[in-house]
Each structure stands twice: as structure tokens, then as C-alpha cells.
């Protein structure tokens, strides 16, 4: 278990773009796959992107690809988000864990953060 923090959110235009950080506390992330999820209240939460933590393994939803980046540097792990529509608009959390074949599946994650909400309006 490691405790996770995401941050960079905030209120953009569409178009626009922001960078979400993912850090642990302990300093470990290097160690670990590493996913990234959103959900809007109402709605299941939903798989967004996710990067190995040996392989350089990356995935991303259909919804995201070609504007959204999961990228890593010392113990943190960024989402560069990039042409953000409105229904980009949720919290986004980071996870530790998988970024295996079943990526996609919040319950193959251990730790979470507590979210760092984006929103984008005009």
C-alpha cells in the first residue's frame, strides 16, 4: 500500500490542456504500474490510461487516444490531457498496480488517491 496524491486540476476551456501529477509520499512509484481513472458523480468510474512500471507498457481508452499522455519521471507519473472536451469534465484518480491486459479493471488496483477534479467549460 503506498498513499497516492493527484494534482494539476482545475478549470480549463475546451481545447485547452493540463498536466495531472500522480506522487506517493513513501517516494516509490518507480516500483509500481501505474492507471488513471475518472468518474463523474451518477456514472461507473472509467479507465483512462495506465503505463508499466519496467516495461514502459501503455494503454489508453479509445475515448483518450491522440490527446491524452501517461508518462513517468523520479517517483511521479504525469497525464498530459490535451484538446479537453466538456466530457473530459470528472475527478481523476491515479492507482497503483496493474497496467496489464485486463488494465481497464478498477479492482485490480491497490492504492488510490483521493482525486483531483478537472473540469472544462467555456
Known amino acids: 500500500q503506498v498513499t497516492l496524491t493527484e494534482s494539476g486540476g482545475g478549470l480549463v476551456r475546451p481545447g485547452g490542456s493540463l498536466r495531472l501529477s500522480c506522487t506517493s509520499s513513501e517516494g516509490r512509484l518507480d516500483n509500481y504500474p501505474i492507471g488513471w481513472f475518472r468518474q463523474v458523480p451518477g456514472k461507473e468510474r472509467e479507465a483512462v490510461s495506465c503505463?508499466?512500471?519496467?516495461?514502459?507498457t501503455k494503454h489508453y481508452a479509445d475515448s483518450v487516444k491522440g490527446r491524452f499522455a501517461i508518462s513517468r519521471g523520479k517517483n511521479i507519473v504525469y497525464l498530459l490531457m490535451e484538446s479537453l472536451k466538456a466530457e473530459d469534465t470528472a475527478v481523476y484518480y491515479c492507482?497503483?498496480?496493474?497496467?496489464?491486459?485486463?488494465?481497464?479493471?478498477?479492482?485490480?488496483?491497490?492504492?488510490w488517491g483521493q482525486g483531483t477534479q478537472v473540469t472544462v467549460a467555456s
Open positions: 492507482a497503483t498496480d496493474s497496467c496489464g491486459s485486463t488494465w481497464w479493471i478498477g479492482s485490480d488496483y491497490g492504492s
Open positions: 503505463i508499466g512500471s519496467l516495461d514502459g
